[in-house]
């Protein structure tokens, strides 16, 4: 039991206490209890996202080709989390998702419609010779707009080293474990 506890903190990051908890609640399975450490985490990170963040950094990666970099302000709320290495070692994961997966805006609802529209009248000339109906197109169409969204949007992007997971959900896990709220500012690309 306490090897399993063990794993699963370095997996998770998550308190002893919480791990013997879910442990317990899961009746040994231990990737129950993960699930069920994610759970509680996803909560605990939702009551700290009203909370106030003054202090950061800015991360910055650039690329081993020398031709494309990227820079992004993580906020949190104290300057002892900004000192921590697992803060500073999310704030480049950011860049370096900025640089590799190119967003254009922070959340999907930041993405201009003008935008979609623009994009739906191309994908509407992509559908004209298929033989679907109008119903189905329609829905396509609203599909390839959603996908549009997530893949444009920097939080609803799949986080690059590892792809069960979004950087939406990533920052929530380090809420959880950082025991602060943390919030993503502005991000540039600089390519030549």
């Not at 031709?67 to 300057?79: G, H, I, P, W």
């Amino acid at each position: 039991m306490i090897k399993t506890i063990k794993e699963i903190r370095e997996e998770t990051g998550a308190g002893v206490v919480d791990i013997k908890k879910a442990l317990d609640e899961a009746k040994g399975d231990r990737e129950l209890a993960k699930k069920i450490l994610r759970q509680k985490g996803q909560e605990k990170a939702g009551k700290k996202k009203n909370r106030t963040v003054k202090e950061g950094l800015i991360g910055y990666y650039l690329h081993s080709n020398g031709k494309q970099a990227s820079m992004v302000k993580l906020y949190c709320e104290t300057d002892f989390v900004a000192r921590n290495n697992e803060f500073k070692d999310l704030a480049r994961d950011l860049a370096m998702q900025v640089v590799a997966m190119n967003p254009t805006d922070l959340n999907e609802e930041d993405i201009s419609e003008e935008i979609i529209e623009d994009r739906k009248e191309f994908w509407k000339k992509e559908l004209v010779e298929d033989k679907k109906s109008e119903e189905i197109k329609r829905k396509i169409l609203e599909g390839k707009a959603n996908k549009f969204r997530s893949e444009k949007a920097l939080m609803s992007q799949v986080f690059i080293k590892d792809s069960s997971k979004t950087i939406e959900v990533l920052i929530k896990e380090k809420i959880t474990k950082l025991g602060e709220n943390i919030e993503v500012g502005e991000f540039i690309k600089f390519e030549i």
